[in-house]
């Protein structure tokens, strides 16, 4: 055989195997396509001829416990553009950033892009913006069902609540927290278009309907919310206060009947700041740079805190109403009782440190537990915790749930801070006895105290009472009540509801009295700790209420964060609110008084000779008035000013609870300067608390109020000239 018959048998070989090679390529190509690939590139045609439009899921519908609606979801449209079906891009913009008050270059740039079929341009928008848009008939518009949150009352229980994002989905609250259940199933409205993606007209159109979310039941109840969240208002402007917290929890289930927590927001509005959370948060608002110089917070950290819920996330030391907690284990343990005698010399001396009665110089003497109790004395509650010795004190502080999470099923939950049981000091265990070196949330302090009136039992605190089918609103699921432990024996706490009783009746939280019942309480005061220090001239007021005693139906918590300096203990400004507030929910709970006679409110209320409190410190004159079932206001800042002066004289019949006005002396050059420091009373008849005490602001006088609605009377009158900083009483009363 020739080299060039050789040469051409071989290049012949060659072709034919790459002739094989690619033969089996092709085939293997052909093969993925028709068997492996067949079902993503059948997906990526249908793709191309056909385009969705998401059909947003109603969440479900939020109840109270007696089933008033408190959110649900209501009609809006969802605006999508065609790019490729706008015939004039820059009116359109132009019209669609007029109507929807978006930005029209913003607009326009994605009215520009055509290599997108579908862009959404605006979500939730209001039904009525979007039936102008309808009316424009702009070709390349689409409309697509959507649901917009909507919250029947505004700021109603804004923290409890919480709200949604543009998405739907919950971000904060039980929105959040349930969001699983409350979420749906969005649908989708399918359509055809042609090859350049543009919809065809007479083409086919199939919709899959959304399926709703479950509904939820809560343990809420919307008059005593109601009630809390009024009495939360009158507290914060009455007290000129940072803050106030107000829980109404019913002992026996752990259910929470009422949160709030004011300054709020508006749940229909989330991210609006208003002026009064601007003005109370103001330090909350600001942050600390490199160099440590302090600066504004961004809008987004702004809004961060705003929606904190202070009832779950507010870490505060709870001053004397702690000694709830050393008198239960000191009972329990049998360490002390309620006849016990003690002698109090205003401080007691602890491994050489002198701790205080917060009544020092002046002592309570001799007394027995149960008026220590009343009293609120330090130096006992010192001895009782040295009594027991820390690991037996530590016992109970951990067995009433301080230092741990409760579980309560809303998000951002703080543990507090308890100091861990290692070498405790003498002294460090003294200072915790009577609510000071530990830290508590106001869900932990109204948790533990619901023990006292449960025989004992802790329960885990809940907001959720039922998950119910969305349409027929049956049923799916209840939740139960759950018990945690047993902390005190039921014969302890009984003992100790007794002593809280008399702490109202004959004690320093008289003020919360109500009139047929008998109510068990405990009044705090105190100092506040910002950045590790305590803070000359900020506290935290406080009350625990539990009534009736002999069949508790609730617990309260009243907490006044930054009251007024002039008047800042609890027994004087949140005991009332308490009293207040219990009053309201025994009359609607329907629970009938329990004592022989209930006053009537035609009855002739209660007098009371106002005593002689000029020429002693302000702090004395405040206890003398208190023991008097008195209050008082004052512009001075300082406990030990001397009053010089007050109003109504020494020996005045008055109304019980009527504030008398104290005087302090005032340097020369002050006297001249208030004396021509005189502004005119403006007129506030016929407005809301939050008017008036705005108003009365803006001419630097101050308020008094009593009742609630729509202001009524003045005193002054409108017209008449006064000192700035004087106050002016105003009566408010709810309009039918």
């Known amino acids: 055989m020739s080299a060039l018959h050789l040469r051409l048998k071989r290049r012949l070989i060659i072709a034919l195997f790459l002739f094989t090679l690619l033969f089996i390529v092709l085939v293997g190509r052909l093969t993925y396509l028709q068997v492996f690939a067949s079902t993503k590139l059948m997906e990526k045609r249908l793709n191309q001829l056909v385009a969705s439009i998401p059909i947003t899921a109603p969440r479900g519908d939020v109840y109270d416990r007696n089933m008033e609606i408190l959110a649900k979801d209501a009609t809006s449209t969802s605006i999508y553009v065609r790019p490729k079906d706008i015939e004039d891009p820059e009116k359109t913009a132009e019209i669609l950033a007029e109507i929807l008050e978006i930005d029209k270059k913003k607009i326009y740039k994605k009215l520009a892009d055509t290599s997108q079929s579908i ?26 069902e959507d649901k917009k949150r909507y919250y029947k009352n505004g700021n109603f229980a804004s923290y409890v609540l919480g709200f949604t994002g543009t998405d739907h989905q919950g971000l904060y609250g039980i929105e959040r927290q349930y969001n699983d259940i409350l979420s749906g199933k969005d649908g989708s409205l399918t359509y055809q278009r042609d090859a350049r993606g543009s919809k065809i007209s007479n083409g086919t159109e199939t919709r899959i309907d959304p399926i709703p979310g479950d509904n939820l039941r809560l343990t809420i109840d919307t008059t005593i919310q109601h009630f809390a969240e009024r009495a939360a208002e009158k507290a914060m402007y009455e007290n000129n206060a940072k803050r106030v917290t107000i829980m109404v929890m019913e002992p026996s289930t752990g259910e929470l009947l009422a949160m709030t927590s004011k300054p709020d927001y508006n749940l229909n509005n989330p991210r609006e700041i208003s002026k009064i959370m601007e003005q109370k948060l103001s330090y ?36 004397s109403t702690f000694k709830i907690i050393t ?13 016990s005698q003690f002698y109090d010399k205003g401080y007691i001396v602890v491994d050489g440190t002198q701790l205080k009665c917060w009544r020092y110089p002046r002592n309570h003497g ?17 001895e009782v915790a040295l009594r027991l010795g820390a690991d037996k004190f530590y016992k109970y502080i951990d ?42 949330t106001p869900i932990q302090l109204i948790t533990a105290i619901s023990v006292i009136a449960n025989d004992g039992i802790l329960m885990k605190p809940r907001i959720a009472d039922a998950i119910l089918a969305p349409e027929t609103n049956k049923v ?26 008399s702490v109202v009746s004959e ?17 705090g005061t105190a100092n506040k700790v910002i950045d590790g220090k305590y803070i000359d001239g900020k506290y935290i007021a406080s009350f625990i209420g539990i009534a009736p005693v002999d069949n508790p139906k609730v617990s309260i918590l009243v907490m006044i964060d930054e009251p007024n300096p002039s008047n800042y203990y609890g027994g004087q400004i949140a005991a009332p609110i308490g009293g207040e507030l219990m009053k309201d929910i025994l009359k609607y709970l329907d629970i009938p008084p329990t004592e022989k006679k209930e006053i009537e409110e035609n009855e002739e209320i209660e007098k009371i000779i106002v005593p002689e409190v000029r020429n002693i410190t302000r702090n004395e004159a405040a206890e003398i008035l208190a023991s008097n079932k008195l209050g008082y206001s004052s512009t001075s800042k300082n406990g030990t000013d001397i009053i010089i002066d007050q109003s109504p004289l020494p020996g005045v019949e008055v109304n019980i609870n009527t504030k008398v006005h104290l005087f302090v002396k005032s340097s020369e050059k002050e006297n001249a300067q208030k004396s021509e420091e005189k502004v005119m009373v403006p007129n506030v008849l016929d407005k809301s608390i939050q008017e008036a005490h705005k108003i009365l ?10 009742g609630s609605g729509i202001a009524v009377n003045q005193d002054p009158k409108p017209g008449e000239y006064i000192n700035k900083g004087a106050y002016v009483s105003v009566k408010f009363k709810t309009i039918e």
């Open 366 to 382: 001799s007394e027995t537990f149960k008026e220590a109790v009343q009293n609120s004395c330090n130096p006992v509650f010192v």
């Open 284 to 319: 909350d608002f600001m942050r600390e740079d490199e160099n440590g110089k302090k600066i504004e917070k961004s809008l987004g950290e702004k809004q961060q805190e705003m929606w904190k819920n202070p009832a779950v996330s507010f870490n505060y030391e709870p001053g």
């Open 119 to 144: 862009v959404l341009i605006q979500r939730k928008v209001d039904n009525d913006k979007a039936l102008k848009l309808r009316e424009k008939n702009i070709s390349g518009l689409e409309f697509g």
């Open 476 to 501: 799916i699921h209840e939740y139960q009540p759950e018990e945690i432990r047993q902390v005190v024996s039921k014969e302890t706490a009984h003992t100790l509801l007794d002593i809280l009783e």
């Open 697 to 706: 602001k803006e001419k630097e006088l101050n308020i008094e109020i009593s």
């Open 399 to 440: 067995g009433f749930g301080f230092g741990q999470k409760t579980g309560i099923d809303l998000e951002g939950e703080e543990a507090g801070i308890v100091p861990p049981n290692k070498d405790v000091s003498n002294v460090s265990l003294g200072t915790r006895s009577y609510g000071q070196g530990i830290t508590v």
């Open 327 to 339: 008198s239960a284990a000191g009972l329990e343990e049998g360490v002390v009782t309620p006849e």
């Open 507 to 523: 004690g320093g939280g008289s003020k919360a009295q109500v009139p047929g019942y008998k109510i068990a309480g405990k009044t």
